[in-house]
């Protein structure tokens, strides 16, 4: 049986879908773009963007006492792939080895015209 996680800490949805959904011992993010938990896009550089993002997906991760430590899979959708290094720096930053597995892909567009979307996948032991 899913459990729907949601929390006010992190940006609501924008669309007909949840925050994160609890299965199996998975919890399944949805996509998180760069908005504060207002619902209000951060104009910063894609740096700020980024931490931003992971910021949204720590919240929704602690809603269910979860940690970056326990994300298994990264999806990272950017509109341009020159972000690259940003992106892993950001990364290198939040996340210690073992690194969960990863794509990242470049995209023609995103929601909200954002210029990165994280979707992740994380151990969520079922007594959580």
């Known amino acids: 049986m899913s459990k729907i996680i949601s929390t006010d800490e992190a940006p609501q949805a924008i ?3 949840s925050q ?4 199996g011992g998975l919890l399944f993010l949805s996509g998180q773009i760069p908005l504060n938990k207002e619902g209000e896009m951060n104009d910063g ?7 931003q993002v992971f ?15 326990h994300i298994i899979k ?4 950017l509109i341009d ?12 930053s939040l ?3 073992p690194y969960p597995a990863r794509a990242l892909v470049q995209v023609s567009a995103l929601p909200k015209a954002s210029e990165v ?4 996948v994380a151990e969520a032991p079922e007594s959580n």
């Open 20 to 23: 994160a959904v609890k299965s």
């Open 55 to 69: 910021k949204n997906i720590e919240a929704i991760l602690a809603a269910e006492n979860l940690s970056l430590s």
């Open 45 to 51: 550089d894609i740096e700020s963007k980024t931490r």
């Open 95 to 97: 996340f210690n080895a």
């Open 81 to 92: 792939i020159s972000n690259f290094d940003t992106v892993n720096k950001v990364m290198s």
């Open 117 to 120: 979307e994280v979707e992740v």
């Open 74 to 77: 990264v999806n990272i959708y």
């Open 15 to 17: 669309g007909p879908y």
